[in-house]
């Protein structure tokens, strides 16, 4: 308990220090001034407020949003699939060429830059298919590449269960897949919710690139507010600040899930 407070006090002092030194520089800038603050104050208005151009942002994070959650469903699928296949593998399936398959796919899914991959996607295999909704493209994209990291975890949080648990599930008279679905994944998924939410904070940064297929994701959105206005610090500082409070709150919401998920098993 005193390790904890201790990490958690010394944390705070690192936040606190970061911030001093912030305001400091703010200051020697001459950030305070109230020059300063008046042209803060009309660029501000020129940026957000004039023609409601604050709601390119709320646009911009709606799509955003909506990217990372669909995305978020494929790769969760996928990579449950990915994963099981390769536990099963791994346990003595013979199934040689799935568990090829899915290594090919993981490899090659992680070893390249999801910007390239969403390229490819647009301007490749959907190159014809022009009709087609540039979102759903990204949705694609994103999720697939999303499911090469969640089957890690998947595969981590299914090795991570006792393999007493596989053997008492067969002894009953259940199949492996029966034994795997009822037994060893619900196990597994609960261990692993924590990491699937750090993977959907990451997914939600990683859709920034969206915009090099003209999608007007946040990130967008502040660029096009930037051509509008020809101003170049207040728009991406605007979307930084968004993204900022959401991963912040996300990352709150993991920890108490985190805290209350330690306490469920201990009880």
């Known amino acids: 308990m005193i390790n904890k407070r201790y990490g958690a006090?010394?944390?705070?002092?690192?936040?606190w220090a970061c911030g001093l030194i912030l305001i400091f520089l703010l200051y020697r800038s001459g950030f305070f001034t109230a020059e300063s603050w008046q042209d803060f104050n009309r660029r501000f208005y020129q940026n957000f407020i004039k023609d409601q151009r604050y709601m390119m942002l709320v646009d911009g994070l709606r799509s955003t949003i909506f990217m990372t959650g669909y995305a978020t469903l494929i790769g969760v699928a996928v990579g449950l699939?990915?994963?099981?296949i390769?536990?099963?593998?791994?346990?003595?399936?013979?199934?040689?060429?799935?568990?090829a398959l899915a290594n090919c796919y993981i490899t090659a899914l992680r070893g390249t830059p999801v910007m390239v991959q969403l390229l490819i996607w647009n301007f490749t295999i959907f190159a014809s298919a022009r009709d087609?909704?540039?979102?759903?493209?990204?949705i694609l994209a994103f999720g697939l590449n999303s499911g090469?990291?969640?089957a890690e975890i998947f595969?981590?949080?299914?090795?991570?269960?006792?393999?007493?648990?596989m053997e008492a599930a067969r002894s009953l008279g259940l199949n492996y897949g029966s034994s795997m679905r009822l037994v060893i994944?619900?196990?597994?998924?609960?261990?692993?919710?924590?990491?699937?939410f750090n993977e959907f904070i990451a997914l939600l940064k990683e859709t920034s690139v969206a915009g090099y297929i003209g999608i007007d994701d946040l990130t967008r959105a502040g660029q096009n507010i930037q051509a509008l206005t020809l101003e170049h610090s207040q728009p991406l500082v605007m979307v930084a600040i968004i993204y900022l409070v959401i991963?912040?709150?996300l990352t709150h919401l993991v920890r108490r899930l985190e805290k209350f998920l330690s306490r469920s098993r201990r009880g």
Do not use: C, K, W
Not at 86 to 95: K, Y
Not at 157 to 163: A, F
């Open 86 to 99: 390769r536990v099963a593998h791994a346990g003595g399936a013979n199934i040689p060429l799935l568990n």
């Open 132 to 138: 087609l909704n540039t979102e759903y493209i990204a």
């Open 81 to 84: 699939i990915l994963s099981v």
């Open 155 to 165: 595969r981590g949080g299914i090795e991570s269960i006792d393999r007493g648990q």
């Open 9 to 15: 006090s010394r944390g705070d002092l690192i936040l």
């Open 185 to 196: 994944l619900p196990q597994a998924i609960r261990n692993v919710i924590p990491m699937l």
């Open 148 to 150: 090469a990291y969640i």
């Open 247 to 249: 991963v912040l709150f």
